[in-house]
């Protein structure tokens, strides 16, 4: 759905959902996971429905994904790291300790 | 540097330790031309700012995209003229003495006293300055539509962030819909990229720029004649357009597939990988309202801007009783007034000028004479470009079936039969549905309830935004609990009292 425009940079390497993506140096999580042809990084509370990011800059909070296990991380505002664990955040942010199904 | 520009005693403000003279919050071209000025002047200058470097969402990346050896021609001559015209702004702002500028930070609260709650990856804190100067901009309006909730519907400044700061570009069957000059802009920028859309579904008519002529003033038509080249080239190339858009819809399962696009008499479906949307922009008031400095809804442009002089300052709402003394905060570019890029970059020089003045208790006027004129000249094309391009699918028909609060899935359905109720209130509407109380603490719903709410139903006053309690954006409980500084209010007094009504300063009849 989108593609490099020029040459890409050598890549890190992320995990989403435990599978290993390549990242660039420098670049948001949400462009890395859209780089990756990624258009689901959340499902809404509300109706399960998928949600991608819509503004990229911050203001629609569409593009929440859990990052290294804390949930509601805003992909668009975070940078990758050489290792980062990203994962689909499904529904409500999972608070680290509650009980949640 | 002068004597006032290094103390860091407060005026009125209690004991409680000055950081800086003044915090700029965004370094888009209002706030990196304030701090300048302010530099310049051997003031003190915190700057705050979201983004990794300086620019704002205007600039975004230049220094990245045109300064360096890895620059893509390409990239370069796609994003133009006007997008390397930040660079020297960027230049000033870094080289200029007595700026600590702080990228990645989110600002979560703002104080009228001068106070600023701020997140920077796993540390946060509270910092206090003798001045504020709030230049954190515009935000792209809110326009829903059956469908846009749909992964591969993206604004236009999504498109162009990814673009300049991820060096992606769309693939596929790209459709543009709406209006606005970003719209026709980014559409000019693509076919330098490679990309052809595949339509561009504009709401604007052709009447709609008849009218605007009326509007026109001559320091407009350089403006205008930029404009009238996007267009040209769109020509040339063979993109279809419709103009005269009146309905818009998405459709999808799990993502866009379908765009439908309805003009009076015609109905176009097309095949869509991505759906670029745009209606226009608007003043970014969270941290305004929420630190309860009076806005003012405009109805014709269905936002809210914030109140303030010329001169930027802004007015504290009615009963505002949370510091002593006069307001500290300044606005300044897009956030106090849409003019763009321009008109902002002037208006911080205004401000800063104007701000260094007060500091050392100096005359303005003749300071700032320069400033205010190109501010003048660059805020000409305005009234021809909101008459030109007149809001679209948000000031239509809103089906009741459309979700206008994306967080909580809220229908527009919903909203009118809880106002039937008598809940005309956007607070009342918010306790009952939870729209405004998701992730985006209402900054994609509140303007669109505002429109709803004013042109629906008999409002005795213009409606008001949600009222605004900090923090306005979300903080892990693992930073609030180890704040790198304390609430300096806290320390210094013992009272804490609520915030004041954020509409207050401008209903003062009812
Ligand atoms: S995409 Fe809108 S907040 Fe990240």
Redesign the interface.
């Given at each position: 759905?989108?593609?490099?425009?020029?040459?890409?940079?050598a890549p890190v390497t992320v995990h989403f959902d435990g599978v290993p993506i390549t990242a660039?140096p420098?670049?948001?999580v949400a462009?890395c996971l859209?780089?990756n042809g990624i258009?689901?990084?959340r499902t809404?509370p509300?109706?399960g429905?998928?949600?991608?990011?819509?503004?990229?800059?911050?203001?629609?909070?569409?593009c929440?994904v859990e990052i290294k296990g804390?949930g509601?991380q805003q992909a668009?505002?975070t940078?990758v790291v050489e290792g980062m664990n990203i994962a689909t955040q499904a529904g409500a942010a999972r608070v680290a300790g509650v009980g949640h199904d | 540097m002068t004597e006032t520009g290094t103390s860091s005693s407060p005026t009125g403000a209690g004991a409680v330790a000055m950081d800086a003279d003044v915090i700029v919050i965004g370094a888009g071209p209002a706030g990196m031309s304030a701090a300048t000025e302010l530099g310049a002047a051997g003031f003190r200058v915190i700057a705050l700012d979201m983004n990794p470097s300086p620019g704002g969402q205007i600039y975004r990346a230049v220094e990245l995209n045109l300064g360096d050896q890895r620059a893509d021609p390409v990239l370069a001559r796609a994003l133009g003229r006007a997008y390397a015209a930040g660079w020297p702004l960027v230049a000033r702002f870094r080289n200029q003495e007595g700026i600590d500028y702080r990228p990645d930070t989110t600002v979560w609260e703002l104080r009228t006293d001068g106070t600023v709650g701020w997140q920077r990856a796993a540390r946060g804190g509270y910092l206090r300055a003798r001045h504020i100067v709030l230049a954190n901009g515009a935000m792209e309006r809110p326009m829903p539509f059956p469908g846009w909730t749909l992964p591969g519907v993206m604004t236009a400044g999504a498109v162009q962030t990814l673009i300049k700061s991820s060096r992606l570009k769309p693939t596929g069957r790209v459709v543009l819909a709406g209006t606005g000059p970003l719209l026709f802009l980014l559409a000019d920028q693509l076919l330098k990229l490679g990309v052809k859309p595949a339509l561009i579904a504009r709401t604007d008519r052709f009447g709609d720029k008849m009218k605007a002529l009326a509007r026109l003033r001559p320091a407009a038509l350089p403006a205008i004649a930029k404009g009238a080249g996007w267009m040209l080239n769109l020509r040339k190339a063979g993109i279809r357009t419709v103009t005269g858009v009146a309905r818009l819809e998405a459709v999808g399962d799990d993502r866009v597939r379908e765009v439908v696009v309805e003009t009076g008499d015609e109905t176009t479906r097309l095949p869509c990988d991505t759906l670029i949307v745009h209606d226009g922009i608007i003043p970014s008031i969270d941290l305004a309202q929420g630190a309860g400095l009076a806005v003012e809804w405009r109805a014709g442009d269905a936002s809210w801007c914030p109140v303030t002089e010329q001169s930027g300052l802004a007015s504290p709402s009615r009963g505002a009783n949370l510091s002593a003394g006069a307001s500290r905060i300044w606005i300044t570019g897009d956030a106090r007034q849409i003019g763009g890029a321009d008109a902002a970059a002037a208006h911080g020089r205004l401000v800063g000028q104007t701000l260094a003045a007060r500091l050392e208790a100096a005359e303005t006027e003749a300071l700032t004479a320069g400033p205010a004129r190109i501010y003048a000249r660059a805020m000409a094309p305005r009234a021809f470009i909101d008459a030109a391009f007149p809001q679209g699918q948000t000031s239509g028909d809103l089906a009741d079936s459309t979700i206008v609060c994306r967080c909580e899935e809220i229908t527009a359905g919903t909203i009118r039969s809880k106002a039937r109720q008598g809940a005309t209130d956007p607070d009342q509407l918010r306790g009952l549905l939870r729209c405004g109380m998701g992730p985006c603490q209402g900054r994609s719903c509140a303007s669109t309830i505002g429109r709803l709410l004013s042109e629906e139903f008999d409002l005795k006053r213009p409606p008001r935004p949600f009222r605004g309690r900090p923090p306005v954006r979300p903080v892990p409980l693992c930073i609030l609990a180890t704040l790198e500084s304390l609430d300096p209010e806290l320390v210094s007094s013992e009272a804490l009292n609520d915030k004041p009504d954020a509409s207050g300063g401008i209903d003062s009849d009812v």
């Open positions: 759905m989108f593609q490099p425009i020029g040459s890409p940079k660039c420098g670049e948001t462009s859209l780089r258009t689901r990084f809404t509300v109706s429905a998928a949600r991608m990011p819509f503004c990229m800059i911050g203001h629609c909070f569409e929440l804390l509601s668009c505002l940078v | -």
